[in-house]
């Protein structure tokens, strides 16, 4: 089976850059350079992440894309929704350009994928969208701060918008239910659907931290 071209437009996620600037003095270095993140300084907080990633809807994605972090996120609730959300992000974007390139209207074309030429340029515009939305999300988890009123604002503001951005990969994923089969149905189709249960995911880890912030 041929690799998919999905892969050519995923590129390095720009997570490590924002763990940098919000996790603790010694997790910098590792931070800095990935490669130094070695299993056993994770293994303490892989069960944290194992946990956690019980409460979404998609567990195994949950862990997959999250345990590299173990280290980073250090058990911290509101450090590992934040990163989550960027993960979401890194994707989103990622899909976002593949579904834009230009390419892919004229290869549904030749395929005689005629429908999925509809799909993807609705997908263009919904996932724009959704990208917009999780930026927004992810800008104010990292200004979260003031009172106990202000930040429940703040999470509200967070879940409202990981909800919408949510409801428009749903859009995307369902323009493709009379798509047959083929190369465009599986990369964009399959792309979209991951990016969803990452985002299903982060939204459902706000919520665990917001429910945690809540309690008296």
């Not at 998919?4 to 600037?21: A, E, G, K, R, V």
């Not at 030749?110 to 609705?122: C, L, P």
């Not at 927004?136 to 990981?162: I, P, R, Y």
């Amino acid at each position: 089976m041929r690799p998919s071209p999905l892969f050519s437009f995923i590129s390095s996620l720009s997570i490590f850059t924002l763990l940098l600037l919000h996790a603790p003095p010694p997790s910098t270095a590792a931070l800095a350079n990935p490669t130094t993140t070695t299993a056993s300084a994770a293994a303490p907080y892989t069960d944290f992440i194992l946990k956690s990633c019980q409460n979404t809807l998609y567990p195994d994605t949950c862990y997959a894309s999250l345990s590299r972090y173990a280290s980073a996120v250090r058990g911290d609730v509101a450090r590992l929704a934040r990163v989550a959300i960027g993960v979401s992000l890194d994707h989103a974007k990622s899909m976002t350009t593949y579904v834009g390139n230009n390419n892919l209207s004229p290869l549904a074309d030749g395929g005689g994928e005629h429908r999925a030429v509809a799909a993807i340029r609705d997908c263009s515009s919904t996932l724009g969208d959704s990208v917009d939305q999780i930026q927004e999300s992810l800008q104010q988890m990292k200004q979260l701060g003031g009172s106990a009123e202000d930040l429940a604002f703040q999470l509200s503001n967070v879940l409202t918008w990981m909800s919408a951005a949510e409801t428009n990969e749903d859009t995307c994923v369902d323009g493709f239910d009379n798509v047959a089969d083929g190369s465009l149905r599986s990369d964009v189709y399959d792309g979209v659907v991951k990016v969803k249960q990452l985002t299903s995911n982060a939204l459902a880890l706000v919520n665990a931290f917001a429910n945690k912030v809540a309690k008296p």
